[in-house]
């Protein structure tokens, strides 16, 4: 089965594509909109498996094959398309040696049939691996049941014995290997790479079962030639896994059906969308006195494709149009978002005050900044009316001044009756909806208010310690509301974190484990998996859990209805050559986990960042999936982070004055702003460090600011 696509010339350069193949982008695309569920019965019902990994899928499988969680990388290796592999392969291999390829459909047939694949060598060790561990394990009955399944596959692709990391490119000869096992029958079970693993196994049962003292024993190769270590033999498998298993590209069905239609309306195919990409001529008298024509080139209007039905809407264009600046560019036909390259606006602060913190409003209308003197201040002041002015497509790029305090719909700002506490405004937070605002002071008082009017809904005094009417509480370093907006979430100096109920302002839960402070809380919706047990939930679909982050260089799950750890996970952090290795209670220790990220794609992810030289994308259970680190210097410190809206650029701030932008897939530097801290906090404060790093909600925004106390007055610049 195939289909057909022609440029618009009938049959002629006609073109067959595989309907497999249209199903394996397919299959692609839903794995990148994380609909795997939908990937999932697709395969089961065209029988089609995807022809590579994208870049987070792999991640998976490397990181898997590393902790030796090998039934998760047999079940993703499960499904790859192996037979299209070799297919390819032997096609490869044939054309570089003259001989016919799989053209003419012999490929599993005759001489082809005794090539092995890389692939399927790395497969088959995969599979050794899952018994050996098995056994080591003690899982003895299950480890026999295994080979047995697939004991056909070690045969037919693995030598019998030898080191497989010289020869794992080779193309191996099944007729020789037959030869050779014929030469062996005296050996018994040593006569098949099966009967080898079988015979370690077998080793090791009568081993463990000769005493106690053998429970850690292990027969001589084992694991591999040259007694290989458990984890050198994982390190081994990984790195074949990664160098192996094709990578799918990522936007490859978007990018085809771009260039397609390009294509198709340079051609005519599409005459009726042929006015998109191109402007209208005219020709109009001129009159010159010589009684010439002048062509006059006249832009046609705004149109819109229907890509499904193939429909043009023409809509006449509007004055807004010229106000409008692209936040996105393409990229192989791929939609890529545009990353900041320049410093445009400067907020500024009296002297003596600096920025503790800062946050976007969700609609992307207002920044709003918490100060060292206890001010808290709206900025973005528009420049420009919109036709509505409650609609989100009439606040354009270039249409907010985040210079200037917001007064034109904020009246007590105007009447210079800013929101304040008594103390620096350490930590803000916004509810979901964008209504409500709530700040937590050093003194660990968290106030909530009212963003359009400016009033004071609620006062929770000393939310982490102090009980004396003259005490000051510990200082509240993070807050975030709960997804309903009833509740709020603090982490504090005191190594705790607390959810406080709005309605009673009382403390309703206290997590406690960490063993210094906690530097970011959040909550995070999360589906039942191996995190939850079906009665930890009660049985619903969805389980709400809170998530913390603490200078002890760990990282906590928490139930949220029973304030009961569920995971902690700490991740390999490396200690810097230029601080102490024992300085681990200190906020600022290389220890230290300053930022966590909650990540949309891929789904149940998150970015780890430390205060250390690399960065991590971790899943909940903590698997790492993407690693972070420079490749321009070596011993830098990570300061701040954030992450663009459609999860596809990571900013990093860092302490040589630099913000390194990460492809959050591939993990590779994307772009360094190399004057980023200079242009945030002023070329004169060389020696301050930024403290936040934060993105718009909607465009290619990002803002920097430090609370160093040596500036003479606080700074947040705005790249765009």
């Not at 609909?35 to 089609?48: A, F, I, K, T, W």
């Not at 976007?360 to 001010?375: E, Q």
């Not at 430390?610 to 993407?626: E, T, V």
């Not at 360094?672 to 301050?688: A, H, M, P, R, Y």
Request: aromatic residues 6%; charged residues 25%; contains cysteine.
């Amino acid at each position: 089965m195939s289909s057909s696509s022609n440029d618009g010339d009938g049959s002629r350069n006609k073109i067959d594509i595989p309907s497999a193949d249209i199903l394996r982008l397919i299959l692609t695309h839903l794995t990148e909109s994380n609909l795997h569920q939908s990937c999932e019965v697709l395969c089961q019902e065209s029988g089609v498996s995807m022809a590579g990994l994208v870049g987070p899928s792999k991640g998976q499988l490397i990181s898997c094959a590393e902790g030796g969680r090998w039934g998760e990388c047999l079940e993703i290796l499960a499904g790859l398309d192996l037979q299209r592999y070799r297919r390819g392969y032997i096609d490869d291999y044939c054309k570089a040696h003259g001989n016919s390829g799989g053209d003419d459909g012999n490929n599993d047939g005759g001489v082809h049939e005794a090539i092995i694949t890389p692939l399927e060598k790395v497969v088959s060790l995969t599979h050794e691996m899952t018994i050996l561990e098995l056994g080591d394990r003690g899982e003895f009955e299950l480890a026999y049941a295994t080979l047995r399944m697939c004991s056909e596959m070690l045969d037919k692709t693995l030598p019998v014995n030898g080191d497989d990391v010289d020869n794992i490119d080779d193309l191996k000869d099944n007729n020789l290997q037959l030869n050779a096992n014929s030469n062996e029958q005296n050996l018994g079970m040593m006569s098949s790479r099966s009967g080898d693993v079988e015979r370690r196994v077998t080793a090791l049962s009568a081993l463990r079962s000769s005493g106690a003292d053998a429970s850690l024993l292990l027969p001589t190769n084992y694991y591999g030639p040259s007694n290989q270590t458990q984890q050198k033999r994982r390190h081994f498998i990984s790195k074949l896994l990664s160098r192996h298993v094709p990578d799918a590209p990522s936007g490859r069905l978007s990018s085809l059906l771009q260039q397609s239609v390009k294509w198709q309306c340079h051609t005519g195919a599409f005459p009726a969308v042929q006015k998109l990409f191109q402007d209208l001529v005219e020709n109009e008298n001129d009159d010159d006195g010589g009684g010439k024509k002048k062509k006059k080139k006249r832009k046609s209007p705004e149109q819109k494709f229907d890509l499904v039905l193939g429909n043009v809407d023409l809509v006449g264009s509007s004055d807004n149009k010229k106000h409008k600046r692209k936040s996105s560019s393409t990229k192989d036909g791929v939609i890529v978002e545009r990353i900041p390259s320049r410093a445009k606006q400067t907020i500024r602060l009296g002297k003596k005050s600096y920025i503790e913190s800062a946050i976007f409003l969700p609609d992307g209308s207002g920044l709003i900044t918490g100060s060292s003197d206890g001010f808290i201040e709206v900025w973005g002041e528009r420049t420009r009316s919109g036709d509505n002015e409650s609609s989100l497509n009439s606040l354009l790029q270039n249409d907010i001044d985040f210079e200037k305090l917001r007064t034109s719909d904020l009246q007590y700002q105007k009447n210079d009756e800013l929101m304040m506490q008594d103390s620096s405004i350490l930590a803000m937070g916004i509810s979901h909806d964008g209504t409500m605002l709530a700040s937590a002071s050093s003194y660990g008082d968290v106030c909530v208010w009212k963003i359009a009017d400016g009033r004071l809904l609620r006062k929770l005094e000393r939310t982490h310690g102090g009980s004396g009417s003259n005490d000051r509480g510990c200082a509240v370093t993070c807050i975030q509301f709960s997804p309903d907006g009833s509740k709020v979430l603090t982490g504090g100096h005191d190594s705790t974190c607390r959810e406080h109920g709005l309605l009673s302002s009382k403390m309703i839960k206290e997590f406690r484990g960490h063993k210094s402070y906690i530097n970011c809380c959040s909550y995070v919706v999360l589906p039942n998996s191996s995190i939850v047990t079906r009665s930890e939930s009660n049985g619903e679909r969805n389980f709400l859990a809170v998530v913390t982050a603490s200078a002890d260089g760990s990282v906590m799950i928490w139930n949220c209805r029973s304030a009961e750890p569920l995971r902690e996970i700490i991740p390999p952090i490396s200690t810097s050559s230029n601080r102490s290795i024992h300085d681990t209670e200190s906020i600022f220790s290389n220890r230290s986990i300053h930022t966590v990220i909650h990540l949309h794609s891929p789904p149940n992810t998150m970015i780890v960042v430390p205060r250390s030289d690399r960065a991590f994308m971790m899943s909940l259970s903590g698997s790492i999936l993407q690693t972070y680190v420079r490749d321009d210097v070596q011993d830098t410190e990570l300061l701040a982070a954030t992450v663009s809206p459609s999860n596809q650029w990571l900013y990093i701030s860092a302490n040589d004055g630099k913000c390194i932008v990460f492809d959050l897939n591939s993990g590779k530097v994307e772009k360094i702003l190399t004057s980023f801290t200079q242009e945030c906090v002023g070329k004169s404060n060389t020696n301050c460090e930024i403290s936040g790093i934060l993105h718009h909600p909607h465009f290619s925004f990002i803002g920097g600011y430090s609370n160093d106390k040596s500036q003479k007055r606080g700074m947040l610049s705005i790249w765009k």
